[in-house]
């Protein structure tokens, strides 16, 4: 395959005859060449023919320039339309505005209104980190005198040009970017001015005026491109408030949907009779938390006095506290565990459960009072009309849950207060409370007798009355806080057959109490058979036989077992004053004897059976025996 020489380039070639120098112009206009080549020592002569030539080429170059700068406007309205982001869009106009002007830098500041001056906010072919962080009062240097002035600026040697005021720092900035011509147009956004474009060369350079406008039309769409995203984070600020307020519309209305349902549940519970746990439950359910009722000011007192005081739930750490009550009378409140943070109509359902709770409350105790009144006039009845019809106080005592047919025992109580006036009446108050309650969760019945209470309650299976007596005066100072004390009655085989025996059996428990205050026993509770010889002079009934086998049971239980005589080792032993030495005179034994004996006697009647008390009741007991036996 034959290969054929390259052409010879025009410019190596002579030139032709005359007539052929038109198309070495031509062919030069062609391929572009640079305007030097027009000048060649071969095309002199046809002046005229270059002259055109040359025209004509830079026509064709302005085209071109004018095209490229079209297209780069085309691409930053592209840009603009596609609604980059702003620093994006703002680069990109800075790189081009660099690329056409073929400037080494281009950079761009905008206007900072707070501190009054320009900042730089994009920069191009930059290399001095001085430079990037100018800050130019307005007025101050070529960009200063463009912001404040709002016309374009171009210099050729920027150290020597003295239309503007130079400042050391931005004049340190400009020499440390070597920076000789600079460029500057306004961006001009209205009739305000909001920043600077900037082209810049590090040689001296001649701006023409096409350049100037070129790059006041990329200035004019930086200005559109900041106001572009201004007005979108001015929509999408207006849209997130919009969304926020729509979110707390929904949430108010959530809200009240909740307390309508609410305030729904709450008129059904008071209508049906519903408690203080039903509230509490049907709170916690609507509010999506733990609600509970807390009675008087509990753990957290000074949340409830101050949601007493000011009438509103208030927060108390990870709670809401809502004080419950009535008249000035703290009852309880409401705690709400669950939410830091409560929607105030949320707020204001738990604080009118708050208020539905006071009226429950309210409601019972005057359910209680009432039946408290109902439960102690049946008691006097007992007490005062021994005639009653016992059908009658059946059915009375049936309608409160009561049967009297049952063995019950009757307890006299009396608060062991220090106090007087008004610290003892309350103490009794409180007491009465305490003993209405007591009685009604037994099945019992109680009313106010001489300053203190007496009640009636049933015995249980295997249950003694001082039993019974202990645990109630236990249970009653708990609940009145000071000490309790209370007296008990033998058992009353069946109240409503015979009536009069509640009497009777009230003045025993009286006695038994005033007993226990004088020996100093306050807070304990006791029966006749638990005091001793003490309590054979208290009761009615006089039971020697009890006496004497709650004492000496078990040595008269040994000596009939085993045949021996320790009743008559103990008689001898305390009339001989309680010495060994002559009660062996007497029993004509070993003194060893009488030490084994009585040793005995020790472990069958406890340890303390020579102590002074225990000893009295054993001597009565051996007196009261041996008068048995003789009858």
């Given at each position: 395959?034959?290969q054929?020489p390259?052409?010879?380039?025009?410019?190596?070639?002579?030139?032709?005859?005359?007539g052929?120098?038109?198309?070495e112009?031509?062919?030069?206009l062609?391929r572009?060449?640079p305007?030097?080549?027009?000048?060649?020592?071969?095309l002199?002569?046809?002046?005229?023919?270059?002259?055109?030539a040359?025209r004509?080429?830079?026509?064709?170059e302005?085209?071109?320039?004018?095209?490229?700068e079209?297209?780069?406007?085309?691409?930053?309205?592209?840009?603009l339309?596609?609604?980059?982001?702003?620093d994006?869009?703002?680069?990109a106009?800075?790189?081009?505005?660099?690329?056409?002007?073929?400037?080494?830098?281009?950079?761009?500041?905008?206007?900072?209104?707070e501190?009054?001056?320009t900042?730089?906010?994009?920069?191009e072919?930059s290399?001095?980190a001085?430079f990037?962080?100018?800050r130019?009062?307005?007025?101050?240097?070529?960009?200063?005198l463009v912001?404040q002035?709002?016309?374009?600026?171009?210099?050729?040697?920027?150290?020597?040009?003295?239309r503007?005021?130079?400042?050391?720092?931005?004049d340190?900035?400009?020499?440390?970017?070597?920076?000789?011509?600079?460029?500057?147009v306004?961006?001009?956004?209205g009739?305000?001015?909001i920043?600077?474009?900037?082209a810049?060369?590090?040689?001296?350079?001649v701006?023409?005026?096409?350049?100037?406008?070129?790059?006041?039309?990329?200035?004019?769409?930086?200005?559109?491109?900041i106001?572009?995203?201004?007005?979108?984070?001015?929509t999408?600020?207006?849209?997130?408030?919009?969304?926020?307020a729509?979110?707390?519309?929904r949430d108010?209305?959530?809200?009240?949907?909740?307390?309508?349902?609410?305030?729904?549940?709450?008129?059904?519970?008071?209508?049906?009779?519903?408690?203080?746990e039903?509230?509490?439950?049907?709170?916690?359910?609507?509010?999506?938390?733990?609600?509970?009722?807390?009675?008087?000011?509990g753990?957290?007192?000074?949340?409830?006095?101050?949601?007493?005081r000011?009438g509103?739930?208030?927060?108390?750490?990870d709670?809401w506290?809502?004080?419950?009550s009535?008249?000035?009378?703290?009852?309880?409140?409401l705690v709400?565990?669950?939410?830091?943070?409560l929607d105030?109509?949320d707020?204001r359902?738990?604080?009118?459960a708050?208020?539905?709770?006071?009226?429950?409350l309210?409601?019972?105790r005057?359910?209680g009072?009432?039946?408290?009144?109902?439960?102690?006039?049946?008691?006097?009845d007992l007490?005062?009309?021994?005639g009653?019809?016992?059908?009658?106080?059946?059915?009375r005592a049936?309608?409160?849950?009561?049967d009297?047919d049952?063995?019950?025992?009757?307890l006299?109580?009396?608060?062991?207060?220090?106090?007087?006036?008004?610290?003892?009446?309350?103490d009794r108050?409180?007491l009465?409370?305490a003993?209405s309650?007591?009685?009604?969760?037994r099945?019992?019945?109680a009313?106010?007798?001489?300053?203190?209470?007496?009640?009636l309650?049933?015995?249980?299976?295997?249950?003694?009355?001082?039993?019974?007596?202990?645990?109630?005066?236990?249970?009653l100072?708990?609940?009145v806080?000071?000490?309790?004390?209370?007296?008990?009655?033998?058992?009353?085989?069946a109240?409503?057959?015979?009536?009069?025996t509640?009497?009777?059996?009230?003045?025993?428990?009286?006695?038994?109490?005033?007993?226990?205050?004088?020996?100093?026993?306050?807070?304990?509770?006791?029966?006749a058979?638990?005091?001793g010889?003490?309590?054979?002079?208290l009761?009615?009934g006089?039971d020697?036989?009890?006496?004497v086998?709650?004492?000496?049971g078990?040595v008269l239980?040994?000596?009939?077992?085993?045949?021996?005589?320790?009743?008559?080792?103990?008689?001898?032993?305390?009339a001989?004053?309680?010495?060994?030495?002559?009660?062996?005179?007497v029993?004509?034994?070993?003194?060893?004897?009488?030490?084994?004996?009585?040793?005995?006697?020790?472990?069958?009647?406890?340890?303390?059976w020579q102590?002074?008390?225990?000893?009295l009741?054993v001597?009565?007991?051996?007196?009261?025996h041996?008068?048995?036996a003789?009858r």
């Open positions: 395959m034959s054929h390259a052409p010879e380039p025009a410019s190596a070639r002579p030139a032709g005859p005359s052929t120098a038109p198309l112009f031509l062919e030069l062609a572009g060449a305007a030097e080549e027009y000048e060649r020592p071969g002199r002569g046809h002046d005229r023919a270059r002259l055109l040359l004509v080429r830079s026509e064709l302005g085209r071109r320039r004018r095209e490229a079209l297209t780069a406007l085309f691409e930053t309205a592209h840009d339309a596609g609604v980059r982001g702003l994006d869009v703002l680069r106009i800075v790189q081009r505005a660099r690329s056409l002007l073929g400037a080494e830098v281009a950079y761009l500041t905008l206007n900072d209104p501190r009054g001056d900042y730089m906010r994009v920069t072919g290399v001095s001085r990037q962080q100018l130019l009062g307005l007025g101050e240097g070529l960009g200063g912001a002035t709002a016309r374009p600026y171009v210099t050729d040697d920027y150290m020597r040009d003295e503007f005021l130079h400042t050391r720092t931005i340190s900035g400009v020499r440390d970017e070597g920076l000789v011509a600079i460029l500057g306004p961006l001009v956004l009739r305000e001015v920043g600077v474009l900037y810049a060369d590090r040689r001296v350079r701006f023409e005026r096409e350049q100037v406008a070129l790059l006041a039309s990329f200035a004019a769409h930086a200005a559109v491109a106001d572009t995203a201004r007005l979108l984070a001015e999408r600020e207006a849209m997130a408030e919009l969304e926020a729509n979110a707390i519309i108010r209305s959530a809200a009240i949907e909740r307390s309508s349902e609410v305030h729904d549940r709450l008129t059904e519970l008071v209508l049906r009779g519903g408690g203080v039903d509230v509490a439950a049907a709170v916690s359910e609507v509010l999506a938390g733990t609600v509970e009722f807390a009675e008087g000011e753990a957290r007192a000074r949340a409830v006095e101050r949601s007493r000011d509103h739930a208030v927060r108390d750490g709670a506290v809502a004080a419950v009535a008249g000035g009378e703290l009852l309880g409140a709400l565990g669950g939410h830091r943070e105030p109509v707020q359902t738990l604080e009118r708050a208020m539905v709770t006071s009226l429950l309210l409601a019972r005057s359910a009072e009432a039946e408290q009144r109902v439960r102690g006039e049946l008691l006097d007490l005062d009309a021994t009653r019809d016992p059908r009658l106080l059946r059915e049936a309608r409160l849950g009561a009297l049952v063995p019950h025992v009757v006299a109580a009396r608060p062991a207060t220090g106090g007087t006036g008004q610290r003892e009446t309350t108050q409180r009465w409370s003993a309650h007591l009685a009604a969760t099945h019992g019945l009313a106010v007798r001489d300053g203190g209470t007496v009640l309650l049933p015995l249980r299976g295997g249950e003694s009355a001082g039993n019974t007596a202990r645990q109630v005066a236990a249970q100072g708990a609940a806080h000071v000490p309790v004390t209370v007296g008990a009655s033998p058992p009353v085989p109240p409503a057959a015979a009536p009069g509640v009497a009777a059996a009230c003045d025993e428990a009286r006695r038994c109490l005033d007993t226990l205050r004088l020996l100093g026993r306050h807070g304990d509770g006791a029966a058979d638990d005091l010889f003490l309590g054979l002079l009761a009615d006089r020697v036989g009890g006496f086998r709650r004492t000496l078990p239980d040994y000596d009939e077992r085993r045949g021996t005589d320790l009743v008559g080792t103990l008689e001898a032993y305390f001989s004053g309680a010495s060994p030495v002559r009660t062996k005179d029993l004509h034994v070993h003194v060893n004897t009488v030490a084994q004996r009585l040793e005995r006697v020790g472990r069958l009647l406890g340890s303390d102590s002074p008390e225990r000893a009741e001597q009565l007991a051996l007196r009261l041996r008068m048995a003789a």
